[in-house]
């Protein structure tokens, strides 16, 4: 601890000059740490398609399929190359599902006609000349008969449309050729009065005309009453067997979960957004300004702490390369509690022969004594200590050879002073010697104190700890308490950064708060307990 001190603390962050570059790992790190949210509003999706599906009637659907075909004048003959745009299919599905037809539909069944358009569906495959009909009902009855009654109400409604197309043109036709009857038969008249022979022969000729046109109208009249209207067949009529549930219900339930955990990962983004924590070093760097002590992982195993006490230990290393004695060492933190690491910190920097006294204001005293016992005893070995007894020096075998010549080799009692009474009445008890308690490095500790591989750890306040070299203070809160901010001003800071849970914000605040009062921090430490 008798290094040089820390330079000017520089208030730029080092990778505030570099661009960062997002990754497909840092797009899922915001929902993998939100994943509690993102769970829970999965869930609430899934419930709801589970609510759905267990409360609301599975539907039936029927299918009738009808052929539609163009109306022509000879039914035999063959159809030419463009056969599959002689009737526009457009114009079909939306006769199938206008308002005529629906119309129809809800007479003949019963029902309100927006249900029957909601539950009735018209499907027209590509280059075919084909009309699905599909229907949705409660039951397969009632589905199987709205089905075929919704394909022979089309049937009907363009019949019908068809008949009184032909109807217009045969009455037009029939007009034509009453006003050329009328003129052939004035013609007739004149041409049977007339006396002159040019004048019988013009009339002759018109009436000629007149019967050519005549002609004319009946042959086309004949062809439009020979047209056939009509237009399409039920090739497939709905049946109850043929009946399936309407969609799949099974995939509600996998939307459902799919949906809210979309719905969830957007909440965990727009969370993220207004509640930034601290996620990674650069993270903590950007947001303090400070440089890094080191970083004390959450141990893989429950019962393998090695990595932890490891990451402690360089802390420690780090902390006591920028201090020197007297030291007094404030851990801060905004709104967290850095007792596990003051307690661990005490361990590694008592371990090395120092004297150091934990201070705590907020009665967890025991609490730091409680984890400093439990750090000690998984300290490792000290390869300075020999684990085989020294030799003995070189004259020591000698001497004792020399002993046995001059001397008899007396034999050890069987029995130990005081195993058997004496007879004599002036004898003396001999009490065993009792041994004095020591610590292994023979030096004589206070009941307050607890050793520490060669050195010790000791607890109490601030105030008593005002006469010792190396002083860490178990700051509170400072986000609720400002003592911590008040010790630092008398020696130096350690900023205590929480992963996932310090939030940036406090993070900079405490780090404004402690350059308003002339503090200069060593640096910071990210931790990790574990909690999200």
């Known amino acids: 601890m008798t290094d040089a001190t820390p330079g000017p603390w520089s208030t730029d962050s080092p990778s505030s000059a570099t661009p ?59 159809s030419g190359a463009g056969a599959d745009r002689a009737v526009n299919m457009n114009v079909e599905s939306g ?38 009909f599909t229907y949705q009902a ?121 949906g809210g955990a979309l719905i969830g990962i957007v909440l965990a983004y727009a969370w993220e957004s207004t509640d930034r924590r601290v996620r990674s070093v650069a993270d903590g760097r950007d947001a303090t300004g400070l440089p890094l002590l080191g970083t004390v992982r959450r141990p893989p195993l429950r019962g393998s702490p090695r990595a932890v006490d490891a990451d402690i230990r360089y802390v420690a290393m780090a902390v006591a390369e920028r201090v020197r004695q007297p030291a007094r060492v404030a851990l801060v933190t905004a709104r967290e509690d850095a007792t596990a690491l003051t307690a661990g910190l005490a361990v590694a920097l008592a ?24 750090d000690r005893g998984r300290l490792p070995v000290d390869p300075s200590r020999p684990l085989v007894p020294k030799p003995r020096p070189a004259g020591s075998t000698s001497a004792a050879a020399g002993g046995t010549d001059g001397t008899a080799t007396r034999r050890p009692s069987p029995h130990p002073p005081g195993a058997r009474p004496s007879t004599d009445p002036d004898a003396t008890l001999t009490l065993p010697r009792v041994a004095s308690a020591r610590p292994e490095n023979g030096r004589v500790t206070d009941p307050d104190e607890v050793a520490v591989g060669v050195g010790s750890v000791r607890f109490g306040t601030w105030r008593q700890g005002a006469d010792h070299g190396l002083v860490l203070f178990n700051a509170p809160p400072a986000e609720s308490d400002e003592r911590g901010v008040a010790v630092a001003r008398q020696g130096s800071a350690v900023v205590v950064v929480e992963r996932d849970r310090t939030r940036q914000s406090d993070l900079r605040r405490l780090v404004e708060r402690l350059r308003a009062a002339g503090v200069t921090p060593l640096g910071f430490v990210l931790t990790r307990n574990g909690r999200a």
Do not use: C
């Not at 398609?49 to 039936?60: K, R």
């Not at 022979?152 to 034509?176: F, N, P």
């Open 95 to 132: 006769i199938a599902t206008g308002t005529e037809v629906v119309q129809r539909l809800a007479t003949s069944a019963g029902g309100d006609p927006r249900d029957i358009r909601n539950a009735l569906e018209v499907e027209v495959p590509t280059g075919g000349q084909i009309l699905r």
């Open 20 to 78: 960062g570059t997002v990754t497909l790992t840092d797009l899922l790190r915001v929902p993998l740490h939100r994943l509690r949210l993102v769970a829970a509003v999965a869930m609430v999706g899934l419930l709801a398609a589970l609510g759905y599906v267990l409360l609301v009637p599975a539907a039936m659907s029927a299918s009738a399929v009808v052929a539609v075909r163009p109306v022509v004048t000879d039914a035999f003959t063959p």
């Open 138 to 258: 409660g039951d397969a009855q009632r589905a199987v008969q709205s089905a075929n009654m919704a394909a022979q109400a089309y049937l009907d409604v363009r019949r019908t449309m068809y008949e009184k197309q032909r109807a217009e043109m045969l009455a037009s036709y029939d007009a034509s050729i009453t006003k050329v009857v009328a003129q052939q038969a004035a013609l007739q008249k004149r041409a049977g009065t007339t006396k002159d022979t040019a004048a019988a022969d013009a009339l002759v000729a018109e009436l000629a005309g007149i019967n050519n046109q005549l002609t004319q109208l009946n042959a086309a009249r004949t062809e439009i009453a020979a047209v056939d209207v009509n237009p399409g067949w039920v090739t497939q009529t709905a049946e109850k067997a043929l009946v399936t549930s309407a969609g799949h219900r099974p995939l509600y339930l996998v939307a459902g979960l799919l």
């Open 351 to 374: 371990a090395d022969g120092r004297e150091v006294f934990v201070a705590d204001d907020n009665g967890r005293v025991e609490r730091l004594r409680a984890t400093v016992l439990a």
